[in-house]
């Protein structure tokens, strides 16, 4: 008897039988999202013992309806064909990973479909929010669970594979290299830092574009840890990745792209935030320096309209529009500073 049979058979046991016993005694089941009538529909599949659900539910998504189910008008958006290569939880996400053909031969309508079963599908397995969906290992899209997935308006990646923006920022949001107010679907100047301290941290080439590398990493990648381990804040500066970490009680809370003292001016070592100026003028320089906070000598993190891929300043250590304010904000006086 298949599995399908089975699941049917089950139904209609757990109607002739008290509802605490059924659960205490019946295998475990799943619950997939198929289309009827232009609307969702879920069926439930019985999880074969040694199976993690999440596996199991979406095998039997894309394997498609069963022709007892198909008859009653049941369909699904997916394309026969269709391959999962891998579903695993990351830091409270779902990464899903399936075979190019997820994406082929489709209209945007039926991509979102598509998209929208595998979100209702995984919605019920568990406590997690999101699932960054891949194919072939390359990030197509972050999907939010028990919302309808936003138009696909996608862009065109290395090799012709697709990602949209707004994919890749929810992304980089969850690992932290983003707000979530700044998930807007284009690829800002924003956007172009976060990629930039997220290319740096991961090792990769600095292009502050969504190369097919970074695609790679962006779907495999974990939030940054840091190297430091105590309670209470502090900031880890790594001269040779351009990114700074702002840490509270061991876990990053921002990652922010920065460009440090060009020929190892930015002194390695450990320090403390001593100053803190909203607007501070830099007597050998010449130069305004907005939410400047020392934290050696003359040497601080402050904004600056240019912060490129690479070491460039005198000794300070350079941060964007908009992280530069996040940063003097999360500091105190007496702050640690953590040069590497």
Not at 34 to 59: D, K, Q, T
Not at 159 to 176: A, E, I, S
Not at 184 to 201: H, I, K, N, R, S
Request: hydrophobic fraction near 40%; glycine fraction near 10%; proline fraction near 6%.
């Amino acid at each position: 008897m298949s599995r399908r049979v089975l699941a049917l058979g089950l139904l209609l046991a757990a109607a002739l039988v008290p509802s605490h016993t059924a659960a205490a005694q019946g295998p475990q089941t799943v619950r997939v999202a198929f289309v009827r009538h232009g609307r969702l529909v879920r069926v439930e599949r019985v999880v074969p013992r040694g199976i993690a659900p999440a596996v199991e539910a979406l095998r039997e998504l894309v394997q498609g309806p069963t022709r007892m189910e198909r008859a009653s008008g049941i369909r699904s958006a997916l394309r026969p064909g269709v391959r999962l290569q891998a579903i695993r939880e990351n830091d409270g996400i779902w990464l899903a990973r399936f075979s190019r053909s997820l994406l082929g031969r489709a209209t945007a309508p039926t991509i979102e479909r598509r998209l929208a079963q595998i979100e209702a599908t995984l919605a019920p397995l568990g406590p997690e929010q999101y699932a960054a969906i891949g194919t072939e290992g390359r990030l197509v899209t972050t999907i939010r669970l028990g919302v309808w997935p936003g138009a696909w308006r996608p862009q065109e990646g290395e090799k012709g594979y697709p990602f949209t923006v707004r994919g890749v920022q929810l992304r980089l949001w969850t690992l932290g290299y983003l707000d979530r107010s700044s998930v807007t679907g284009t690829l800002d100047y924003t956007t172009e830092q976060a990629l930039l301290a997220f290319q740096g941290w991961e090792g990769l080439a600095r292009t502050q574009t969504v190369t097919g590398e970074t695609q790679v990493a962006l779907f495999r990648a974990s939030r940054p840890e840091p190297f430091t381990h105590r309670q209470g804040k502090r900031v880890e500066i790594h001269r040779d990745r351009s990114v700074l970490l702002l840490v509270e009680d061991n876990e990053v809370r921002r990652a922010v792209h920065t460009s440090t003292g060009v020929f190892g001016r930015t002194p390695a070592g450990t320090f403390h935030v001593y100053r803190k100026e909203l607007l501070s003028w830099s007597q050998p320089f010449h130069v305004w320096m907005p939410y400047a906070s020392y934290f050696t000598g003359g040497i601080a993190m402050h904004e600056y309209p240019d912060v490129p891929a690479f070491p460039v300043s005198h000794g300070c250590v350079r941060l964007p529009d908009g992280e530069a304010i996040r940063v003097y904000m999360f500091v105190e006086i007496g702050t640690p500073v953590y040069v590497f």
